[in-house]
């Protein structure tokens, strides 16, 4: 046995090992089946019923999906709700201007009437989740095409959950798990009057910014508050100003005890998605193709927009989000990469590739339906690679120029008729352009084209490149600067006033249509999206489609193969439990991270002079006063954030963090570089969730911000 077979055995251990380890992102409708006993031997002294109940009110009436893809947690019987920071940046920054800047200020309402509407947002809360597998896959044979099987499904769901929500005002879907061995519903209810309560200033809510994104240790108060509105009856309802906070059904108590070292701790939330099941050919893909060129056109993106929000506060403003989101996964990508590697995970997946092979050729009837199954991930994903890439770079380069996508809306006026539907679509472009060059800044745009396109011509495919890089090559010598210049410069489409003269002019003739094709801006959008839609997600998509089909079978196969041991699966943004302990953590080799940070730790890094690293001077008042109240630590520090190992992904920003009893101790806001690798393989050892530790955003609100008002609606656990 060589030395790497024994490296790849042992991890395969640990992986295998879940008593104390904190992997697992878990269904709550099957928590008292399967999770109970083992999360009470950690320390939970609730039930599972107190977590997740169909006939009483619970834990889970207290968490809701925030906007596209972050959660919160509700902390009174007003409506109020905490998230992070970072996931209401876009609301708090779309109520910001130059003479209102609330992402450097700060925000606080006095008072309901001052609370701040936040247009587009919504929050949904789960009603009840349930197992629908025999509805969906009864009857459904293997022998089946792919095609006949997905109608029958797609119609059942269909029928599925229009009975469930008839009469009411709940939607319903059902999602795939275990790539479509299961099934199950979630009905919901989503409120769209949210208005924004209190958030801190950004040197608070993002301090350390992109220099501390995925880092530990951290100091962030990363929090924000929000309010959830309703109507007479207390259902779901548009913006009014007649409506009234919201009544929940629950709202989670609020401890002062804090999270000390082996705590039981568990994230209630919306994880995004996670992988935890790919092949070693889909890992390494990822790794080795796909993620170094997604980091260097991020970068590239990056560079231009920091040249330009550091030489005007307004572009600051206006990219603020925007270049928050682009970093994120930078980062993000970078540290999965280095986890990956270290984890020499390729070589892990390959060693349990080889034990389900064994498995499979045990039986004439395994090795039937389960024998041929890596040759053939092997030839799927030898195929994909290029068309994987194709889609990236549409991705990253393509619409990663702002003026590509919002061109393309244009494209509606070849549907409109004078006399019919012209008004309204003329009507909906206009506000799609206000809202567009509200936080648009024409010289950045143009900077990132010329980079991003120039990269996107040498790395490419010519079979699987826009038709009018052609344009470049012979009408500019190649040259993406000149082309991006005269894109700038000759199309009706690069700002507002140029926008609202084209559809003032614009009568739906042949003239107009034909101008309209012949805009270089929207030929440019046309050209990308074309050569997507032609030439890559047609195989793109079969080729996924193979793969899904695939990974069913495999699935299958290793729920046979461990039949009796319950595994966890891939996330897929339903509402999941995942559960550890409060730990600390040894990133590498003579150092050794403890599980929480203190505000000593603010000043540090503030000395370094870093532009990431600001201090209120309100906030050094208050430290050197050492003016902490009742939410200091045992040890009379104030503790900003912790650690624990809870398996968190995207989607879980935002998520509540509870102790034994329920009671909520923190706000999930992150997970370390070194850990970043869990959406693909967990590490016990290093894969850490951050969070802020709940004492320090109601320091924050009541010393801070002097908003002790809020404190008065929450239910406070004081110190035991």
């Not at 301090?207 to 959830?228: I, K």
């Not at 809202?435 to 980079?451: E, G, M, R, T, V």
Request: glycine share 6%.
């Amino acid at each position: 046995m060589t030395k790497r077979y024994l490296f790849t055995t042992a991890l395969l251990l640990a992986f295998a090992v879940r008593s104390i380890a904190g992997e697992g992102m878990w269904i709550p409708l099957l928590l008292e089946k399967y999770n109970e006993e083992d999360m009470q031997a950690m320390g939970m002294k609730i039930t599972a019923e107190d977590i997740y109940s169909v006939n009483n009110s619970s834990l889970k009436d207290a968490v809701f999906r925030f906007g596209g893809g972050c959660t919160a947690g509700m902390i009174s019987a007003q409506g109020l709700i905490i998230t992070n920071h970072h996931c209401g940046y876009g609301n708090i920054q779309a109520l910001s201007s130059l003479d209102r800047d609330l992402l450097t200020d700060g925000f606080w309402a006095d008072d309901l009437e001052t609370e701040l509407p936040c247009e587009g947002l919504q929050v949904t809360r789960l009603v009840y989740m349930e197992d629908v597998s025999s509805r969906v896959l009864g009857g459904v044979e293997d022998n089946w095409t792919r095609q006949q099987r997905q109608d029958t499904i797609e119609l059942r769901i269909q029928k599925i959950t229009g009975e469930a929500t008839e009469g009411t005002h709940y939607s319903a879907a059902i999602e795939p798990f275990y790539y479509g061995n299961q099934y199950f519903m979630f009905v919901t209810e989503s409120f769209k009057d949210v208005r924004l309560v209190g958030a801190p200033p950004s040197a608070i809510g993002k301090f350390g910014g992109d220099t501390d994104n995925w880092m530990w240790p951290r100091h962030t108060g990363d929090f924000a508050l929000f309010r959830v509105y309703a109507g007479e009856h207390n259902d779901p309802v548009e913006y009014s100003e007649d409506n009234s906070p919201y009544t929940p059904l629950m709202h989670m108590p609020i401890s002062l005890n804090g999270a000390e070292e082996e705590d039981f701790t568990f994230v209630f939330g919306f994880p995004g998605r996670t992988q935890q099941y790919l092949t070693s050919h889909a890992v390494d893909m990822i790794i080795n193709t796909e993620n170094p060129e997604r980091i260097a056109l991020r970068e590239m993106r990056l560079d231009i927009m920091d040249g330009y929000m550091q030489q005007s506060d307004e572009v600051r403003i206006q990219y603020a989000a925007k270049h928050a989101r682009v970093a994120n996964f930078y980062k993000k990508f970078q540290g999965e990469n280095r986890g990956i590697h270290r984890l020499k995970a390729v070589e892990v997946k390959e060693e349990q590739q080889r034990q389900f092979q064994q498995w499979a050729d045990s039986s004439p009837n395994n090795r039937r339906r389960y024998g041929d199954l890596f040759p053939a991930f092997g030839q799927a994903y030898e195929a994909l690679t290029p068309y994987n890439m194709a889609f990236n770079y549409v991705i990253e380069a393509g619409i990663a120029v702002e003026l590509v996508p919002f061109v393309r809306n244009f494209g509606q006026l070849f549907q409109a008729v004078p006399d019919s539907n012209l008004a309204q679509i003329k009507e909906d472009l206009q506000k799609r352009a206000e809202s567009f060059f509200n936080d648009y800044h024409k010289p950045l745009d143009q900077d990132i084209l010329a980079a991003v396109f120039e990269k996107y011509a040498q790395d490419i495919h010519d079979a699987f490149q826009p038709v009018v890089f052609q344009l470049v090559e012979n009408e500019f010598d190649g040259d993406f600067s000149q082309y991006a210049s005269y894109v700038f410069k000759e199309s009706s489409f690069t700002s507002l006033e140029d926008v609202e003269a084209f559809l003032a002019d614009f009568n739906a003739t042949e003239q107009d249509r034909e101008a309209l094709r012949k805009d270089p801006a929207y030929q440019m959008s046309a050209s990308v999206f074309s050569s997507y839609f032609q030439h890559v997600r047609p195989v793109r998509d079969s080729l996924n489609n193979h793969l899904d089909s695939l990974y069913r079978v495999y699935l299958e196969g290793l729920m046979k193969k461990r039949e009796g041991d319950y595994f966890y699966p891939d996330a897929n943004s339903t509402l999941r439990i995942t559960y550890g302990k409060v730990e600390g953590y040894k990133p590498q080799n003579a150092v050794t991270y403890r599980h929480y940070t203190t505000l000593q730790g603010v000043f540090e890094k503030e000395a370094l002079g870093e532009p990431d690293y600001t201090v209120p001077d309100k906030l050094r008042q208050l430290y050197k006063a050492k003016d902490f109240g009742p939410y200091a630590a045992g040890d009379g520090t104030m503790r900003p954030c912790f650690i624990a190992s809870n398996h968190t992904s995207g989607g879980n920003s935002g998520s509540p963090v509870l102790n034994a009893n329920g009671h909520l101790i923190g706000v999930n806001f992150d997970r370390n570089w070194e850990g970043t690798m869990s959406d693909l393989m967990y590490d016990p050892n290093q894969c850490r969730n951050i969070s802020v530790d709940i004492r320090y955003c109601l320091f924050i609100i009541d010393k801070f911000a002097n908003a002790g008002h809020l404190l008065e609606e929450m239910t406070i656990i004081m110190p035991r």
